[in-house]
């Protein structure tokens, strides 16, 4: 290489300095170092070579589908020099080339339709993540279907209106005559409600029409898909106006269905890449305030019983020596007194950092026993628990994380409820949609109550939080009741995972 172009540093990733004086071959794949020769003899031989498809290997080693054209270079005398190669990267054109010849190969075969979209949308997710992802979805089913117009929306949590909104198939004139995003009224909302696909052969004349954006495109048919994972509505696929005015049919059903379900879990790893970051973000915090309790647990509580249990063997040994037994003995005996606080204390502080009632009694029994010993420690009248997992064991993550966010929630109902009767429910049960198993948790009390926006907007109750961010790492749902004066409710529920989940994982 003599000379290097900024668009080669684009495509391929080499800087100008890393690449001339190096070989060609440095680009190429392997199974492609025999294609240099090929070239170099017809290069030689005066001739020039057009439209090569072939591989190429970036800086970062990804392959790219490049079309060549090689051009000889002469000089004064017409001998052969050296070449002139131009490169074009066509890899996205062929990825999508190959898309839609599979997709419309196969589009009349509910099956095959099926298994296309399964291994589209698993390349997609393999090589896309976030807004790109779900675009190339939504394109990829106007095109399937042969709809001028396609859009993808991404629900609010809860499924109350949309917050992200993709349209593909609109010019920018067009695009810019919509305004604002839909807001989740009529037809869209009434997508975000449903289960099952919506094909309607005139938009207009349908009640919930209203719901498009104002300014929209005239259009005709429509065909509505809505995107769930298991009873959570994450979203909506939508395409409007098929080609040649003609109503869709129910082969764009299924492959627009097909499609929107892994939309679904795209929306899924966009909302995990969220979640994450801010459990990172919040388990270090956590973390800290963890260890700055356990400090504090240890300077008010163990210390002082061991420094007590010390000043009074001093006072022990100085009795002693000087022939006064009784007092000698008075501050024996207290010094035994507080060591065996101190056995107490540091017992809570171990059951605290490490769940040991967990593998010795079980999920159901562990929480018994914490039970117990915060109604003996808070002096509450009234304290139980009610369950239906006698004998059962959980994964251990899952058991931890429910444990964990029962121990929070006694602690908060003795340290800031003031009641005298909490009330503790643990239930396995079957989702009757979808049949997958979870466990319920709801911790109530009886007492002061607090004001629940307050606490959960504010972000600065650790303990809130981090009972919070323990639901969602297991991919659960967490909510709290409580106004002043009427108590508090704090229901959690974790999803059990399946026998196979837990032995791949």
Known sequence: MVQWSRGAEKVYGYTRAEMEGQSVTRLLPPDRLGEAALILDRIKRGERVESWETMRRTKQGDLLTVLLTVSPLRDGSGAVTGAITVARDITARRQSEETVRTLEAQVQNRALVMETANRIALNILAHRTGVEALRHIANAARTLAGARYAALGV??????GLVE???????????????????????????????????????????ASVGFPPNHPPMSSFLGVPIRR?????????????????????????AVEALGAYAAVAIHIMEMLVRQ?????GLIHAQEEERRAVA????????????????????????????NEEKAERDLNQSLRYLKEAVMESRRLVNGLRTLALDDLGLAGALEEAVAEEKARAGWADADMTHNIAGRRFDKSLETAVYRVAQEALTNARKHAQTSRVHMLLLEETSPRSEE?????????WGIGFDRDQVLDTGEHVGMQSMIERVRLMEGHFEVQSKPGEGATLRATFPIPAEEDREIA
């Not at 919509?178 to 938009?203: A, C, D, Q, Y």
């Open 155 to 160: 629900a609010r949590p809860g499924g109350n």
């Open 165 to 207: 909104f993709i349209t593909v198939g609109l010019s920018e004139a067009e695009e810019a005559k919509i305004g604002s995003r839909p807001k989740g009224e009529g037809i869209l909302e009434l997508l975000l409600e449903r289960t099952e696909p919506l094909r309607i052969n005139v938009l207009g004349e349908h009640p």
């Open 230 to 254: 298991g009873e959570t509505p994450l979203g909506s696929l939508y395409l409007t106006d098929k080609e040649g005015g003609q109503p869709f049919t129910e082969d764009d059903e299924v």
């Open 277 to 281: 970051r801010t459990l990172v973000s």
């Open 296 to 323: 504090y647990d240890l300077h008010d509580g163990l210390t002082q019983f061991v420094m007590a249990a010390h000043a009074h063997l001093e006072s022990f040994h100085r009795a002693h020596r000087l022939g």
């Open 437 to 445: 198993h979870h466990l319920q948790l709801e911790v109530r009390d």
